[in-house]
């Protein structure tokens, strides 16, 4: 075989290499992450949202108006003891009512709690659902979700020792019509109609 020939195939191999190395894209986007040890589970991928907007059967002037959200609860291990402590989560909506892109918080959610340990026990938290307030003007704009995961340090359910913010990429939208008839957008970087 030739030197060009093996330069090429070794040339290919790498390429190839390269390809199959590279990581999935992740399925949320991280905000803050204060300790990276603290290990979760939250699904948000395309086929699997993790936030659902609906939207009401029937038209209000010549929109659908946004109804609920149910953003889909995490998976929380609490690492380093086989003992059971508290770890927790709440998810936040945010709202760019004038569509510039900026975004302010309107809901938050209280903190939900369960005690888990390594991954013999982890704390499956089950979705929550929040009910759009029934004023046009609340509901204008575009939607986004974060979720913050906590964990507290072992013995207390009130002493954080770390806590982590991830935004919501994939958003499933049920209901309401064409994207057109719809009165405000309930996606992040990826929709699925379902």
Not at 119 to 143: C, H, V
């Amino acid at each position: 075989m030739s030197r060009t020939r093996i330069r090429l195939v070794g040339l290919l191999g790498a390429a190839v290499l390269a390809i199959t190395a590279v990581a999935p894209a992740a399925a949320y986007t991280p905000i803050t992450q204060q300790d990276p040890s603290d290990s979760y589970e939250v699904q948000d991928e395309s086929g699997y949202p993790g936030v659902r907007c609906v939207y009401e059967d029937h038209k209000t002037g010549s929109n659908y108006r946004l109804d609920k959200i149910r953003v889909r609860g995490p998976k929380n291990f609490h690492h380093y003891t086989s003992a059971k402590n508290w770890v927790g989560w709440r998810y936040i909506l945010k709202r760019d009512h004038d569509y510039n892109n900026s975004y302010n918080e309107v809901y938050r959610s209280p903190v939900y709690k369960a005690r888990a340990n390594d991954n013999t026990s982890p704390a499956q938290f089950s979705d929550r659902i929040w009910t759009a307030p029934e004023p046009y003007y609340k509901l204008k704009g575009n939607w986004k979700v974060w979720v913050v995961l906590f964990w507290f340090k072992p013995g207390s359910s009130t002493v954080l020792k770390s806590k982590h913010v991830l935004e919501l990429d994939y958003y499933a939208v049920r209901g309401g019509g064409s994207d057109t008839e719809r009165m405000n957008n309930c996606n992040g970087a990826n929709n699925d109609v379902t």
